[in-house]
């Protein structure tokens, strides 16, 4: 019997056709070990706008949060590289979460979260925001698959690969921690 592979969502938070967020993510998508299918999630532009009062009956949802939430409890895990907007999580991505906080996809799922950034701090606001939001939804978030990437454009070359030694050896490690993650989830 074939065994079946355990699925990593990746979700960016740019809608940036060229983001360094999306060719950031594609690379980590590309470490992942053998029995691991990473898959990039590509609806966040599509889900309307959160209200609680459209957030009913699963047969009455928006056809892209319905959507969302099937890619969700379908992966083994997750891994989230946003950007930080004004110090923040950028709205779409925020967006996203407020449609799966009452619904519990993120429960006890095994996420990595990436910010990348051109500042010199990686983006570690956005990071710090996202993490609390995650954890408040009950992801796990191991202290190893978190990390802000400062000078993300000098990172990554026009091929999209990760061209900085010291990032490669982080992410190597994001990689290592949310499998083991996996492992024991």
Partial sequence: MEQRSLVILGISGSLRKQSSNTRLLSFVGGMMPAGMEFRMYQGLADLPHFSPDLDGDEGQLHGAVRE??????????????TPEYARGVPGSLKNALDWVVSSSEFMNMPTAVISASPHPDGGAAVLQSLTLTLKMMSAVIPDEASLAVPFVSKMIGPDGNVTDTNTLSSLLNLVQALSQAIKGH
């Fill in 68 to 81: 969302w939430r099937e890619e969700l409890r379908a992966a083994n895990a997750i891994v989230i590289c």
